[in-house]
């Protein structure tokens, strides 16, 4: 049996920094930092210089992960990056990185599942890695999500940040990966989007959109939604791998709100000090939130070798997804 193993994590957050009180003085409407904390658990959030892309985060996030695996680029024969925020229409993301790293010729491409982009991304390398087609995965998950916000909206701008996240995955014969589950339901679409498009052009107009380059969302239907999803995928990866809730060591969910960790962290029965939350710090980085979560944690030391971890996500689409691994 083909296993695949985490060999490396790296993150990378930009300098720039943008707290509470300082969107307290930049929204249309009144918001204060004590709101932000009481409803996301937010307190700042790193945002992308003017001349910083996806890709030059999820560079620094990509070396770092390489040298905590002791790995070269060219050691890696497949490049999957998640990205809502690619630095170009074309070519891919991951193909810019692939060239910065110097790397050739084997396969490199992005994955879009917004905020579940990292799960689908690690889900994928995996069923190459299984196949034995493939031996050694780069995956990122990196964004400029700021520049997808309207920064007078204080419903969504509150939200949101810049970072990037990398693992190195390796075949091997110990476990490894358990399962991955993905999902979607396209039928949510209007809860969460950017209206606009390349196809669809930015020419749109609706009841509720205001500008059709920037994130819209209806928080509110969101969050319940992603409650009670978090709450099943849960269940249905405990069920397809015969464990009980108490055998899962660690969780390290998608980074979007406090109050969302919290209530799945409930349905797993799991103290608060098993659950990898980084929210506070850079807000929700879509599909770099658990990337940066899990780094945190493996370099802090509180993730071993042998321990048991849940990755979780949910993100526009509606996308939703867990990967479940013996670190
Ligand atoms: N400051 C002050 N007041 C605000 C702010 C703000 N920044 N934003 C909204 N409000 C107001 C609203 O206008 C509303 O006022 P009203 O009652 O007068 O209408 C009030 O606060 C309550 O609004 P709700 O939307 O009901 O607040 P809620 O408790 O649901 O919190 C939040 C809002 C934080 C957005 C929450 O719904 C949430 O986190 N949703 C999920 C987001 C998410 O998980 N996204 C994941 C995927 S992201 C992706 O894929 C890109």
Redesign the pocket.
């Known amino acids: 049996m083909i296993y695949t193993r985490f060999i490396g994590t790296g993150s990378y957050l930009p300098e720039k920094i943008l707290t509470n009180h300082d ?1 307290e003085k930049m ?1 249309d ?4 930092d004590q ?2 904390r009481e ?2 658990g937010i307190a700042k959030r790193h945002i992308a210089a003017d001349d910083e892309t996806t890709c030059d985060l999820a560079e620094h996030a990509a070396r770092a992960a390489l040298d905590a695996a002791g790995k070269k680029a060219a050691d890696i024969d497949l490049l999957v990056l998640a990205t ?1 925020t690619p630095d170009k229409i074309f070519p891919s993301t991951a193909c810019l990185l692939q060239s910065r790293l110097g790397m050739k010729n084997h396969p490199a491409f992005d994955v879009q599942a ?3 982009g990292f799960v689908y991304a690690v889900s994928i390398a995996e069923k190459f890695i299984r196949s034995g087609s493939h031996q050694r995965a780069l995956v990122v998950g990196a964004e400029t ?1 700021s520049r997808l916000i309207d920064w007078t909206d ?7 940040g810049d970072g990037a996240g990398a693992v190195v995955l390796e075949a091997s014969t110990e476990p490894g990966i358990h399962s991955t589950h993905l999902h979607a339901d396209g039928a949510y679409e209007e809860l ?1 989007h950017v209206p606009g498009g390349v196809s669809l052009g930015f020419d749109i107009e609706g009841d509720n959109i205001n500008d059709p380059h920037y ?1 819209h ?4 239907e ?2 319940k939604v ?1 409650v009670n999803t978090l709450g099943q995928i849960v269940e249905e990866t405990l069920v397809a791998n015969q464990l009980q809730k108490s055998d899962i060591d660690w969780l390290v969910p ?1 980074q ?2 406090t ?2 960790i919290d209530a799945t962290a409930r349905k797993l029965n799991m103290s608060k000090d098993r659950v990898v939350v980084t929210v506070d710090q850079h807000a ?1 980085t ?1 599909a770099a939130s658990i990337p940066l979560a899990l780094d945190v944690a493996v370099r802090d030391g509180r993730i071993k070798r042998g321990e048991k971890v849940l990755l979780e996500a ?6 939703w997804g867990s990967v479940l691994f013996t670190y």
């Open positions: 969107l929204v409407i009144d918001t204060s709101w932000i409803r996301t809502t917004v905020c579940s999500f204080r419903s969504t701008c509150v939200l949101f969460l994130t969302m209806r928080g509110n969101v969050f992603a998608h979007a709100n109050r969302i929700n879509s949910f993100g526009g689409g509606f996308t």
